[in-house]
């Protein structure tokens, strides 16, 4: 199955800095890479994904960006403010025979500091 | 538009008890998942249903966890008995599976504490 891996495991940055986080994967089938933000005792939230055949996504002050030949993929999250501040998890679809699962990473629990 | 529904948020029970949780999908999915958050973790899907069919439960540990989901809406997630070990937050999770889109939206989940 896949294997998905999330650095770093905690990430503290003041306000108005930039936050990035990468994850990489072991599927090269891999297609659909979503990440989620969960706020203590609340639900994972989905922020922003991109599809293997777009290299990168922008909303706002998030960004998403893929490289398939290198399999990583990074969150970066400009202008941080303090309700940035929760753990993200990144994700990875595999398009083999567990299509539709995702695998998750450990998470980046990110603090911002005023 | 109605997120996805989790019933009990919290459950307390003693080992080798039973318990069950439940999972209202968001209208018009037919895809719905239970995910386990260990603390510290992502979530890691146990089970997968389209419709009423259960096309991914090779993570559901069989011999005490059994999954339901009828008429293709409402599921149930039983474990019976529960260990110690069974501790964490049980998650529900539901997508429509269609061409362009497929994402997952996720319930507040159900914390089990096992004592």
């Known amino acids: 199955g896949e294997n998905v891996e999330q650095h770093p495991s905690t990430l503290s940055v003041q306000e108005g800095d930039s936050a990035v986080i990468k994850c990489t994967y072991s599927?090269?089938?891999?297609?659909?890479f979503p990440w989620y933000k969960q706020e203590l005792g609340k639900r994972p939230q989905l922020i922003i994904d991109?599809?293997?055949?777009?290299g990168e996504k922008k909303d706002q002050r998030i960004a998403v960006t893929l490289n398939k030949t290198a399999k990583h993929f990074s969150l970066h999250i400009t202008e941080t403010q303090p309700e940035d501040s929760a753990v993200y998890f990144c994700?990875?679809?595999?398009?083999?025979?567990?299509?539709?699962?995702?695998?998750f990473g450990r998470g980046t629990q990110l603090t911002v500091w005023p | 538009e109605a997120g996805v529904v989790q019933s009990p948020r919290y459950k307390i029970i003693e080992k080798k008890q039973p318990v069950a949780f439940w999972c209202n999908p968001i209208?018009?999915?037919?895809?719905l998942y239970w995910y386990l958050q260990n603390l510290g973790q992502g979530p890691e899907l146990l089970i997968r249903?389209?419709?009423?069919?259960?096309?991914?439960d090779s993570q559901l540990p069989k011999d005490r966890f059994s999954a339901e989901r009828l008429k293709g809406v409402d599921s149930t997630l039983k474990i019976q008995p529960a260990e110690l070990g069974d501790s964490a937050v049980y998650l529900c999770?539901?997508?429509?599976?269609?061409?362009?889109?497929?994402?997952?939206?996720f319930g507040p989940g159900t914390r089990l504490t096992v004592l």
């Open positions: 999770a539901s997508s429509f599976m269609g061409l362009a889109t497929d994402t997952q939206y």
């Open positions: 599927d090269s089938a891999s297609n659909y």
């Open positions: 991109i599809r293997s055949n777009v």
């Open positions: 994700a990875a679809r595999s398009r083999g025979s567990t299509l539709g699962r995702l695998y």
């Open positions: 209208s018009g999915h037919n895809t």
């Open positions: 249903y389209e419709n009423e069919e259960a096309v991914d």
